[in-house]
């Protein structure tokens, strides 16, 4: 018994120093990519004085937000495990560490699903601008995202109501309202990512029946793949081990606002890193000018699809016609 007590409190160490080299790196790398996009954003506003501004207030607002929320996360994270280990034994370290009612846990778990919430929020949002502004399409989203306040509140109001030690799985209070958020941001991150992707696969055969080139999509669409597989699969990642009551949960737990913050940031750095040599060379063609990033999602991907789609009928309806006529 006393081994295995022994072998548990090594763990929960040894996980919890994981977690924070791990979520030190993504912080790393949220900071640089946020830094780099506001940059390109910039540069890209002095290019184009006489045009729209890509460089908006939604997108300072998204991104100072996640900026100040995931770092501020990662301090806490080291400021409990400098508190946890200072001046104590290895069991009260894992006592206080693992402790649901500490002030500086309940402030990350805060944190946590207020990243969850605006990384939801922009993935919804993009869906939104990809569908035309189609208001039928958000509405599933919406309503599961409602449901993630709904969590979000009351996780963070049972972690301050919770005094005892860690919590013992989904029968816990905690437990419950953490695992309902949690499948609530896989509902939604699933169902937009299939809507964005099934959007821009349509808009991608619509374009090539019109005979207009479209190899940007096919350009845009990985990117856009990559940034919300990453951020999905890191939640199904905390979302398992928690349920299962693994001690990995502490590092998808920690890494979770970092996660969140790289997949809304990393699709605008990449489009701009690979627009933004090429700006000088575009003259305006339907798909020769380059994304904006106003609505972090490139608006030409419900225009031009909606431009294609009534070229296509238009030149279906001449061939009729021409038909009939022969």
Same mark, same amino acid.
């Given at each position: ?18 977690? $924070? ?15 780099? #996009? $506001?940059?390109?954003?910039? &540069? ?29 996360? @990662?301090?806490?994270? /080291?400021?409990?495990?400098? $508190? ?5 034994? #290895? ?10 009612? +500490? ?7 805060? &944190? ?22 189609? *208001? ?24 301050? =109501?919770?005094?005892?030690? =860690? ?8 437990? *419950? ?18 809507? /964005?992707?099934? *959007? ?16 940007? &999509? ?15 699969? @890191? ?9 299962? +009551? ?5 590092? %998808? ?24 040599? *090429?700006?000088? !060379? ?13 609505? @972090? ?13 009534? +070229?296509?009928? !238009? ?7 021409? %038909?009939?006529?022969?």
């Amino acid at each position: 018994m006393a081994n295995t007590a022994s072998e548990n409190v090594n763990g929960v160490l040894s996980v919890n120093l994981a977690s $924070i080299c791990i979520e030190s790196l993504l912080c790393g790398m949220f900071d640089s990519l946020t830094v780099a #996009s $506001i940059y390109i954003l910039h &540069i890209r506003t002095e290019a184009r004085r006489g045009g729209r501004p890509p460089l908006t207030l939604p997108v300072l607002v998204v991104s100072g937000t996640l900026l100040v929320a995931v770092t501020t996360h @990662w301090i806490l994270s /080291i400021c409990r495990l400098f $508190i946890g280990l200072g001046g104590h034994g #290895s069991q009260a370290a894992v006592e206080y560490l693992t402790e649901c009612g +500490q002030p500086l846990y309940v402030a990350e778990v805060a &944190i946590v699903f207020l990243c969850t919430i605006v990384a939801d929020a922009v993935l919804v949002f993009r869906l939104w601008v990809v569908w035309s502004h189609n *208001k039928t399409v958000v509405v599933p989203p919406l309503a599961i995202m409602v449901g993630l306040v709904v969590c979000s509140v009351g996780g963070t109001y049972t972690s301050m =109501e919770v005094g005892h030690t =860690e919590n013992d799985g989904l029968t816990s209070k905690v437990g *419950k309202w953490t695992m309902s958020g949690l499948i609530c941001t896989l509902c939604t991150d699933l169902y937009c990512s299939c809507m /964005i992707a099934g *959007k821009l696969l349509r808009t991608h055969r619509c374009t090539e029946r019109a005979g207009a080139s479209c190899a940007v &999509i096919l350009n845009w669409l990985p990117i856009y793949i990559e940034s919300a597989a990453f951020y999905t699969a @890191w939640t199904l990642f905390y979302a398992i081990t928690y349920g299962a +009551q693994s001690a990995a949960r502490y590092i %998808g737990a920690a890494c979770l606002p970092a996660a969140a913050g790289i997949a809304c940031t990393l699709i605008n750095v990449h489009i701009g890193f690979d627009q933004l040599p *090429k700006s000088e !060379q575009r003259q305006g063609g339907m798909w020769d000018r380059a994304p904006q990033f106003t609505t @972090w999602i490139p608006e030409w991907v419900s225009e031009t699809y909606d431009n294609t789609e009534a +070229q296509a009928t !238009q030149s279906r309806d001449s061939r009729e016609d021409a %038909g009939d006529k022969g």
